[in-house]
């Protein structure tokens, strides 16, 4: 079956240190790989999405970066963190099209100080 | 893309039977209509997607009806733990990304 990995659970940062933030899928190949940033109280926010290795689409201008480095890795980073960067950060999956269940990771909550 | 709209908070009691509806009215030909459910602290999971009339599955029934304007998610004998917020989407089948809003946050009560 597939699973889906998110590392670290929570994190504490001060603002403008760098982030880097890693998901894992296992269990399947060539996954359509998505982040997605909730502020509290909020709906989710799309950041990235990627359909392969090394081809990333973004959502929303941000001092967010993303990368794909191998099939099933995804890797949201930032240079410099900025307070409005606070949040929870998901990460899913999906088969295909957009028609097919997107599946999500535990999540990492993000604290921007 | 469909732009959707839905209540932002609804109460239940436990046994009782919950709709939620979801107004879409710019609709597209190419959108389909999904529901997803969160739960604090998790990523969303999905519940049920559907295109046109009635679709049910061990979980929940989706209507939608012919002119696709709206939607109505519904929750047969809720109980507790279907407290959790339930976001509508419109989704293109020509796009590969999901547009999430602020859902409807359901609260069950015993």
């Known amino acids: 079956s597939q699973t889906i990995h998110q590392w670290p659970a929570t994190l504490v940062q001060p603002v403008g240190s760098p982030l880097s933030l890693e998901c894992t899928v296992e269990g399947t190949s060539n996954p359509n790989l998505y982040w997605y940033r909730q502020a509290a109280g909020r709906g989710l926010q799309l950041l990235f999405y990627?359909?392969?290795?090394?081809?990333i689409s973004s959502e929303v201008p941000q001092n967010l970066s993303a990368s794909r480095p191998q099939d099933r890795q995804f890797i949201l980073s930032s240079k410099k963190l900025l307070l409005s960067d606070s949040g929870f950060y998901l990460c899913?999956?999906?088969?295909?099209?957009?028609?097919?269940?997107?599946?999500f990771g535990p999540g990492t909550r993000l604290t921007v100080l | 893309l469909a732009k959707t709209t839905q209540p932002i908070s609804m109460d239940s009691y436990e046994g009782q039977e919950v709709n939620i509806t979801c107004s879409h009215n710019n609709i597209a030909t190419n959108d389909y209509i999904t529901w997803y459910q969160q739960f604090p602290s998790q990523g969303p999971r999905f519940i049920i997607q559907g295109y046109k009339t009635k679709v049910t599955n061990e979980v929940a029934s989706l209507f939608i009806p012919a002119d696709r304007k709206s939607s109505t998610l519904s929750l047969p004998r809720v109980s507790l733990s279907d407290t959790a917020v339930y976001y509508c989407?419109?989704?293109?089948?020509?796009?590969?990304?999901?547009?999430f809003g602020s859902g409807t946050r359901l609260q069950v009560q015993p």
């Open positions: 899913a999956w999906s088969a295909g099209t957009s028609l097919d269940e997107q599946f």
């Open positions: 990627s359909v392969g290795i090394g081809q």
């Open positions: 989407l419109g989704v293109d089948t020509g796009r590969r990304a999901l547009t």
